[in-house]
């Protein structure tokens, strides 16, 4: 056993210390609240006399007040704790030295960390909650803007963009649900695990978590200390959310083509070329894009960072910063997509065009002869596209098929005509008139679509009243910490 | 728009169909359900007659006892749905033509997917619920068995086995909610989504998920079929709880090693070295610790194979197979656990021996110091650490410090004695006393320890009650299908 | 220390030698020929006499003809090597003992596999030098089929098709290359490490490697065992050549699309909707995109396996299968981008109007008003931009731009008239004419582009017939190895 | 097309330009050099008149000379170009409108990466460089200090502190190597690619490329902008070195416990603990291992940034930071292994003790039986693995096996004894002995080891120099283009 104070060798400094310092702006808050907690629960179960915790609180409140670029972090001495231990020294002497009463270096800051990462997880929730409103606001207004559903990037069936933009709702809004769940586990405390299994010196475990506003204590003490399932659960959804919030951003950056130009940014998300003048580039659509690639590449670093015996410091040293930064760039990314979807503009008449020039109309021409005809789907799906095929020859477009094309065809593949009129075939082959029989449970008539576009926002609505209900209850609990913190320390004055 | 009836290029069946077919094993019960579900569904809203009906749910009957091996899924025509609908032709002509009414292929494997991957995630929840009996067992019985909880793998504090095991229990339970939530997920239909948006055949999606024991619909019909957030969540849960295993499968393997001796896994885990007589390798944790890091490449594959604009086949394509193949997977490396944990030898002579050979009572005797001499923490910590280094270099252990010694020491650090008995230090340093102070919520002291013990029991029995329920639900469904399709056949014939 | 000969728990069978032996099919071919000259050296050496030896070459000779599904492998036994042991023993009693003599079942297993990557690898290189064939023939075909060049997806200068194809081939080039330095790793022997330093046995190390068609032996046998830096960097290769490839897919993606029309994969490469008449989809680039995504998860992986401690088995028994999938799953990749470029039908008019149909001569004619009229570049930057939005509101397309319209501009930004003839303006703003400008070293003129592409195809002609080569000499050596193995046997009868 | 001169949406500054601006300091330095030789070729080209270029040049000199952060990157404009257009514009006016002649942003910004990414890179090879001396000079030193060499971390076989080390030398030294030829792609110049496909102002590409010290040009110029293999390739690299490293920090955080005790790491690689008095935790390994996690990430994200269409920003936006942040952190983590390897304590009396201690010889014994007693080499390992038993019951160790206990487990298991002495058993039991009957090619006797070690040190010397020599080139073109600038711009006063 040898005896401390040597100093760390450069490439500790560089290569340790000074890796885990860059993460201090991200912990420097939480640290100073989660210290002031544990002096003021040392101070109530008279551990520490009401002087020298009065003293000790003065220095947590300044440093509270104070700057991380002023705070004096220096990798130098260590990682941000033998900083704080430094500069508390500093000031007080010896009486800076109750602090680490019964508490290692790593239960502050992971409670740091969990009190930064609730607020990431607020801000997360928010930014998504106003994706599924520019999206749900969106989709009301172009229930009725026609399009063609595509798959392969091929034409499908009719539908509406309406329709389309609110199939990126129901996910936005169940990510919202699981960062709910997540905030649940990040919003517990660890605190009064002790050197692992709890300390002698006793404290109200449950106390010091409602003054941290804490939703109760996570009961077992190493689980409390090493486990982190949670973190890696929660960059895992954000990630998922924008991996989701990606699809919608290349779908776009396709449609804003000169070749499609079905949508067009707001200039304010666009980019020009320094060299090319006639050039708006969707800029935000590919900063969202890469921004996935970069979120997914985290989450599996938080992975392998994981994969270790356990109680091993790095599973957690690497979180600190890792977690808040992933979920931060994941907020960045998903208000950037809030924002791209509440300016869009939609090309309408584009979309249409396509949609009419097209022959998306097929699989309801089949299943029309189906239902009438007697036809299988099969034979029916033979039968159409042999018109089809015909009629794209000649230059023709779905909607210009008529009854005898149709014959013509049937006779060829089955020996009869079908015997359909042009009058009946009008509606069976009007984009618009498909889209209005798709009245199932979540189909794209434009009146279902409201329906639902109306109830997403109402769900996004209320998740962004819980996160500012939450918000504000993390806000009194610090509040009323740092209140009860300013008196200890007057009274010991 | 070309004719279709070509052949497949030859690197297409290799690089497409081929590799899609690969996947029929997983797929091939659950699309004989599906498609009997669309059949009878059809045949509810009178779209296809009965007899015809008939003649279809018979072969679909037939499918459904047929091995896949036996089925004839051959690339050369495509993917599973392909060689489905050739066999069917093959044996009721174009009555099997009816089969495609009003639904994509996709809609069809979608289903399936989700019939197998309930099962899978029950038979992992299952699991799951074995590894945290095992844990809470074996915790009940090594409440008192005395050991150094490590971080870096260096003695920190007195702690138990049982205090320690159970730290994998609540982590593992948290999995396991997990998977019932994201079984939510995975238990709803997508049936009736249509080409994208519904059909104008109308169908009833309420009473086909019903039917096919689904929890509902999905109800936006774009979300249903093609966002992915609930796949890669439920492998994201299942990586994260083969993560966890693993860290104690490499705990375990280390405190295995001769220079520890810890612990030693029953010998119908471990395996014989072929070259080295005096081998027995502790097999079994390696390969956990392996299946966590292929699976920690399948998550990643997952969200890799997501960022693609939406509505893009290969979402689901490679999901159809990488999903339930991870979960599987997992399901072996957590029941691989379980059995390990249950079958473990506990060497607590020689936990306690390591235990009582060196200094893991520092951190408490300081705090006795802090606590009845009135020296801040840091200088206590101080005073100790001085005895410490003195009776290393003595050869002696932390169990024979004296009080004269300690004396000793705080006059070199701070010119005072410190006063204190041997008689009141012996509890001090008695690691086994120490543990018995740790009596706060989640601490080590036995009755703490075998409390929390019970209760995780009882969660993971609770757990394994629902998953049961839920299992016979899935089965009574299916039956009721399978029943209701043979009536149907019997009644057209 | 335990007797040997316990039975395997089940989920040791399941979740042990299970997932072990679904990799016997990728190692049983080379195990073979691992084990007969493992055995051919032992004789040599005199450790084993010749009569034992030739028993056992003679069940290792029939081994070799023995397809793997008929050969014996049952997890219940063990993995892969237990079985083999299993099976000899049986036919020949002790003397399959001999077999095991200064060798550990992982040194086969290591040789074994080294033998069927050296295979997958230049399956791969051939792949590869099959899409730089393509690329290079077809970019030579379309060196003057011109096309707006495209970054986000918009419009930037005129280029050409061949230009653009030729932007995969140097990449994919660089890929070949990079496999062959891969497989310079890949085909050096383990054999002889011993159980890791070395075996009291002798043995000639490099007359082992020669014989199995080594390019020599790895030297430090601990390296040789159990490092795996080469396994991990070839995987990596052949993921980043099936990235790039999936790029390439993306756009033709994109540009099969009705919207932009540009190109249509062969009818070999395509699906048809089962539902949708009138869809071709392009099933091939989806199935390349995604197999881009799993194989982007498999390196994760490999990497995460690889996260342990040094010397532990499963960092290499996972490798086992992975490694030879990942190559097999990137060559079937590869194979099928081969075989789309190779049917690519390319619509050159299509092109050529959108081209026209746009404003990408703009920077050119910026760049020729800084050449002529002593503008900076940013000043005639602006003129051009001025002047396009002004065409752009008439409906007028960049060749449609006059000298009047451009004085006007310059009036407006600089209060000069630019002063240049429409006769001079119609070569500045003829795409066609641009594209003839770009003769720098790799531009876009056409001869630039066919000479580049002549080269391309020379070094993928040259790559091939290395690739031959080495595959001779491998079955050289391992003909020459089973035909001694033969002599061997048939000696000892 | 709309106007130019749009207010960026706050959100765009936000999650756009406030991202990308994030790197600008690892961007600065290259794109003053980038932009001084395109001016040079300009002016050289007579495209830009020796006047303006002067004081282009001039303003150019002085942001050479400006620290990063004193020089308005501001995201509020745009990301680092558009910062520097608009200071530049600011202190010269129009004159600066000359810089953006025949080049987009994105030019500019690939050659500041890539020069920027030489460095990283030599950086990277020195700091492994320092790894392969430490390694080779220890081992050396420990060619005969005794220890069981670990497989599972069970004693397997004897063998040398000095031969393990070696084993991770080779690794490193294969790894410098390729980051050799990743630094090949790395410093190749794109300059000269114009918008895609080079400009009409005519430039020589060579020469530039030469200004900057590049190794030539990347011949095809879309390739040059776009293609992002070599990135991909050195990130990959230096995770795989990172990865390799890791293990060796795995294996001596185990072998720095209390019950193994093998080895100890130098002081100021250690970091106490706050709370526990006698704890000196092997801190650096923790950060490797961590660092090594991170860094899977990090190559993981590159992938996944990659996995898009051709020419899109985001693939080379991210990687402008991301790529040389991996490289940075893995040249920590990598000098603080040198650093580790340096400053490592070896235990040799306690790695003997353990190894005397065990059963490491078996496998040796039952060679040395099959060898001398005609058994083979099954029924030898049976003999022994039976004596063990017996020995390991009674309390003994390998080297206390004598001839008769062997004769009565012979006896046991073929009903004959083996008739082996005492005598020469000794020298078959010794662990020492053994270890010096591995001369084979690479194996652990001690003047292998020697041999390799100083072979070793030689590559890692030669390496070393190569990175000064490439380094000092580096230098000097870098300056003399300074100095060219210098002249110019003076001669334009």
New interface residues.
């Given amino acids: 056993?040898?005896?401390?104070g040597?100093?760390?060798?450069?490439?500790?400094i560089?290569?340790?210390f000074?890796?885990e310092i860059a993460d201090a702006p991200l912990l420097h808050n939480g640290l100073n609240l989660a210290d002031i907690a544990h002096v003021l629960a040392l101070r109530e179960r008279g551990?520490?006399a009401d002087e020298?915790a009065g003293r000790l609180l003065g220095v947590l409140l300044d440093a509270h007040k104070t700057p991380v670029e002023e705070f004096g972090y220096d990798p130098a001495f260590?990682e941000a704790?033998n900083s704080r231990?430094r500069r508390f020294?500093a000031e007080i002497g010896?009486?800076?030295?109750?602090?680490?009463?019964?508490?290692?270096?790593r239960e502050a800051v992971r409670i740091a960390m969990r009190l930064r990462l609730r607020r990431d997880a607020l801000d997360l929730i928010d930014a998504a909650c106003d994706v599924v409103r520019a999206t749900s606001t969106l989709a009301a207004e172009h229930a009725e803007t026609f399009m063609a559903?595509?798959?392969?990037?091929?034409?499908?069936?009719p539908?509406t963009f309406g329709?389309?933009l609110?199939?990126?709702a129901?996910?936005v809004q169940?990510?919202i649900d699981?960062l709910f769940?997540d905030l649940a586990?990040v919003n517990r405390s660890p605190a009064?695990?002790?050197?692992?299994?709890?300390?002698?010196?006793?404290?109200d475990?449950?106390r010091v978590a409602e003054r941290l506003g804490f939703d109760g204590?996570?009961?077992?003490?190493?689980?409390?200390m090493?486990?982190a399932?949670?973190l890696?659960?929660i960059v895992?959804?954000a990630?998922?959310l924008v991996?989701?919030l990606?699809?919608?951003a290349?779908?776009l950056?396709?449609w804003?083509?000169?070749?499609?130009d079905y949508v067009s940014l707001?200039?304010?998300?666009t980019?020009?070329?320094?060299?090319?003048?006639?050039?708006?580039?969707?800029?935000?659509?590919?900063?969202?894009?890469?921004?996935?690639?970069?979120?997914?590449?985290?989450?599996?670093?938080?992975?392998?960072?994981?994969?270790?015996?356990?109680?091993?410091?790095?599973?957690l040293?690497?979180a600190y910063g890792?977690v808040p930064r992933a979920l931060e760039?994941a907020g960045?990314?998903t208000?950037?997509m809030?924002?791209v979807i509440a300016?869009l503009s939609v090309n309408a008449e584009r979309m249409y065009d396509?949609l009419e020039?097209?022959?998306?109309q097929?699989?309801?021409l089949?299943?029309?002869i189906?239902?009438t005809c007697g036809?299988?789907?099969?034979?029916?799906?033979?039968v159409?596209?042999t018109c089809?095929?015909t009629a794209?020859?000649q230059g023709l477009r779905?909607v210009d098929i008529t009854a005898a094309m149709l014959d013509e065809a049937a006779r060829e593949r089955t020996g009869e005509p079908l015997g359909l009129t042009d009058a009946e075939l009008h509606d069976v082959l009007d984009p618009r008139a498909?889209?209005s029989?798709?009245?199932?449970?979540?189909?794209?008539?434009p009146d279902v679509v409201r329906d639902?576009a109306r109830r997403c926002l109402a769900d996004a609505e209320a998740s962004a009243a819980r996160s500012r209900e939450l918000r504000t209850a993390f806000d009194a609990a610090e509040s009323a910490l740092l209140q009860a913190a300013a008196d200890a320390a007057e009274l010991s004055r």
Same sequence: chains 1, 2, 3, 4.
Wanted: glycine letters at 12%; hydrophobic letters at 35%; aromatic letters at 8%.
């Fill in positions: 056993m040898s005896a401390p040597n100093r760390p060798a450069p490439e500790l560089e290569g340790g000074g890796v551990i520490v020298p260590g704790y231990e020294t010896t009486d800076a030295g109750w602090l680490h009463a019964g508490r290692p270096r559903d595509q798959t392969y990037l091929q034409h499908a069936q539908s329709h389309y609110l199939s990126f129901y996910p169940r990510e699981r769940d586990w009064g695990a002790g050197g692992v299994n709890g300390s002698r010196l006793g404290y475990r449950s204590v996570i009961e077992h003490t190493r689980d409390a090493w486990q399932d949670g890696i659960k895992s959804t990630v998922s991996t989701t990606a699809k919608l290349e779908d950056e396709i804003s083509s000169t070749e499609f707001a200039d304010g998300h980019r020009s070329s320094v060299l090319m003048p006639q050039k708006r580039n969707p800029y935000a659509l590919t900063m969202v894009r890469g921004e996935a690639g970069v979120l997914i590449g985290r989450l599996t670093g938080m992975f392998a960072i994981s994969k270790t015996p356990s109680a091993r410091s790095d599973n040293i690497f890792e760039l960045k990314a208000r950037l809030a924002g300016g396509a020039g097209g022959f998306s097929a699989a309801d089949a299943d029309y189906l239902a036809l299988d789907y099969r034979t029916a799906y033979d159409v596209g089809l095929r794209s020859a779905g498909i889209v029989t798709r009245v199932v449970v979540g189909g794209a008539a639902m």
